[in-house]
């Protein structure tokens, strides 16, 4: 065991046994000085330590220190009760600090006990529970400022992890300061009980068994339990003295001493305020003249000194300023940083900007995180960290949407307004600014707040400034998500499923494959919408039909089919007939003699005219879905899929493909039409 353990130990065994056990009077005045010395090592600290949880441990320090201190209390009340001698220590306290008489020591310490109780305990138990409360009722918000920083790029994982930390310490700390600041209060009820116990019962064995006078045992004895009183009630208000410093504490990342001395004695103007008043009133009041002269001059010199002091702080600053400006100036650009790109940005212009201020109210930043975590369950791939940034040279109400550091879309809206939307179905209009919806181009309408109870009520889908922002920017993270997935994201995803399928993973990476292989198949997948939150039925796969292909594309398909399921219920909805259009086979067998092999893949050699044919056939089976209120799906063999999808892509970009080989079996189609040319 280590030396701490053993001395920590024996202070708790000390504190139990003496409640039992007598004492010797010499070793009682040794723990009580201990006493004492323990007392002022805790109210020191609480006063100097720069951080409320440096001193975390203090709700245990507090009921150890209260139980030794009753222990204490306990084995002095039997040495008094018992032989009239409980030690030096306590009859000091009794003859020097009551001054030798009986009343002035009982004056003392109710007038002790009386600022204990009402004052100290009091205030720090009422201090206790409204921090402990609005502790806990911070923590949601902290979190979330916490999680807007590690979004925006502001703090690392590390540091947002060591912030959660903080939080959890800081609520458990204030929590348990809630309950202990009960044993100081009970510790003071206590010490009452028992030197009215100590009165009461001294005088008595006083008279029984030494035969003593009654006046001269009640003064022998009250004199004993004074001091008892005193020598346990001095620590005891220096251990509640400091437990009300810790919980008072404005700052909890300050030296107590620091700011208490700064704040007070900053500003010379009350320094030179105060100063004249106690002058005056030395001069005009029959007070101390001397004595109120010297503290009126003593303020008056310290705010002088003060003011000089910030005078040569104040151009110390500007000379440092224009020191910096000029190094800034005369140093070599460092253009490193400048290098650097973000993967996703938004940017937006001044009017904007209150929806991204948490202190304004805005909680655009909440909803990046919302985002963030909407992609990793709809598609199993982590976003990156979105970069939010002002930008004057746009307009008020502009945002614009960059993929590495390349803009791919913008929008704008009315900071005060509301977009309405109509659903289809909605036949009265009403009046706005008519604009469209950024993230589908559907048309729309600006209205007023005023407006929006009436819009709501005739069927209109209404929608909020960050509502569009934020719908706008997933749908483009949606879009480009395949193009943010990187090597080391890949890797990432590979560790977190290395402990548990740890044969899989070795067997496939980089024996069979490597991680950028790996890489285009889930890119090929997020292209199109496929989720690849299932990693481990995608790298089963791969598995299986990398020893027989190299090609990605391929393997690609394979894994489609193996994901059929996740298909299916995306495209196909349970218990519900499904409208699609077919490929003639004869466009599919003349796409396949198209297909020319390299060792770079596979790509067509199609005719342009043929291409035009197929596009235009397209075209019209596309619209007839449309025009039933159906998402265009084409189905295909499955060999022909992916060619068709890279073949139509750059016509048609919601176009949804899919092989046979990828329904499930319970999916029920219907065929409202066939691709096919003359």
């Known amino acids: 065991m280590k030396k701490n353990d053993i001395a920590l130990g024996l202070y708790i065994l000390a504190a139990i046994v003496f409640l039992i056990i007598p004492m010797p009077p010499f070793i009682l005045d040794v723990l009580l000085a201990l006493n004492i010395s323990v007392s002022l090592v805790i109210l020191f600290n609480a006063i100097f330590t720069k951080e409320v949880l ?121 929590g348990s300061m809630d309950g202990a600041t009960k044993y100081v209060k009970g510790d003071a009820t206590a010490s009452l009980i028992i030197t009215v116990i100590n ?40 251990i509640s003295m400091a437990t009300g410093i810790l919980v008072t504490k404005v700052s909890k990342e300050a030296d107590f001493g620091h700011v208490l001395v700064k704040q007070l004695f900053s500003i010379p103007k009350v320094l030179y305020i105060v100063g004249a008043s106690m002058i005056a009133m030395g001069i005009f009041t029959t007070l101390n003249t001397l004595l109120f002269l010297i503290y009126g001059l003593l303020f008056i010199i310290s705010g002088r000194k003060i003011e000089e002091r910030i005078e040569i702080a104040e151009i110390e600053e500007e000379v440092s300023e224009e020191e910096a400006s000029a190094n800034e100036i005369r140093k070599p650009e460092n253009v490193a940083s400048l290098l650097q790109v973000d993967p996703i940005e938004l940017e937006f212009g001044y009017g904007i900007i209150p929806l991204a201020d948490a202190t304004q109210g805005g909680d655009l930043l909440d909803r990046v995180v919302l985002i963030r975590r909407q992609i990793a369950l709809e ?89 569009i922002i934020a719908t706008h920017l997933t749908e483009v993270i949606r879009n480009h998500i395949h193009e943010l997935l990187t090597r080391q994201d890949v890797q990432n995803l590979i560790n977190n499923i290395q402990d548990a399928h740890q044969a899989l993973i070795s067997e496939l990476v980089p024996k069979l494959l490597s991680i950028g292989e790996i890489q285009k198949v889930l890119q090929n997948l997020l292209s199109e919408g496929i989720s690849i939150r299932d990693l481990v039925t995608i790298l089963e796969t791969l598995a299986d039909y990398a020893p027989t292909t190299r090609d990605m594309d391929v393997l690609t398909e394979y894994v489609r089919q193996s994901l059929k399921r996740g298909i299916s219920s995306k495209y196909f909805p349970a218990n519900e007939m499904t409208s699609v259009v077919t490929l003639d086979p004869k466009i599919e067998q003349e796409i396949m003699e198209s297909v020319k092999q390299t060792e770079q893949g596979a790509y067509l050699t199609l005719d342009p005219s043929i291409t035009k044919q197929i596009m235009d056939a397209t075209q019209v089976e596309i619209q007839k879905l449309e025009e039933l209120g159906k998402n265009p799906i084409i189905i295909t063999s499955p060999i022909v899929r992916m060619y068709f999808k890279r073949l139509t892509q750059d016509y048609f970009k919601d176009l949804i493909v899919v092989s046979y080989n990828e329904i499930d079996s319970n999916v029920e189609l219907q065929s409202v039409g066939m691709v096919t040319v003359s």
């Open 379 to 467: 598609l199993g791939c982590v976003v990156p960290m979105i970069r939010l940034r002002d930008n004057i040279q746009l307009n008020p109400n502009q945002y614009i949407i960059k993929i590495k550091g390349i803009q791919v879309s913008e929008g704008e809206i009315l900071f005060d307004h509301y977009m309405a939307m109509n659903p289809g179905y909605v036949e009265e209009e009403i009046t706005g600014i008519p604009t469209f919806e950024p993230s589908f181009n559907l048309p729309a309408i600006w209205i007023t707040e005023g407006q929006r109870e009436r819009a709501e009520t005739l069927g209109y889908t209404v929608v909020d400034p960050p509502s």
């Open 54 to 174: 440096g001193m975390s441990a203090f709700p245990t320090i507090l009921l150890l220190t209260t139980v030794f201190r009753i222990s204490l209390n306990v084995s002095s009340t039997k040495l008094i009760l018992t032989t009239g001698n409980p030690g030096n220590v306590v009859k000091v306290f009794g003859e020097v600090v009551g001054g030798g008489d009986i009343v002035i020591g009982i004056i003392v310490f109710i007038i002790l006990l009386l600022i204990q109780f009402l004052v100290i305990n009091k205030g720090s138990e009422r201090v206790s529970e409204v921090t402990a409360r609005f502790t806990l009722d911070a923590m949601p918000g902290k979190q979330m400022a916490i999680d807007a920083d590690l979004n925006t790029g502001a703090i690392t994982d590390a540091e947002a992890r060591k912030r959660r930390e903080k939080i959890q310490e800081e609520a458990s700390f204030f």
């Open 199 to 238: 009165l009461a019962g001294g005088t008595i064995m006083g008279m029984m068994n030494l035969g003593m006078p009654a006046l001269e045992a009640f003064q022998r004895y009250a004199i004993l339990t004074m001091g008892n009183g005193l020598v346990n009630q001095v620590p005891s208000l220096m």
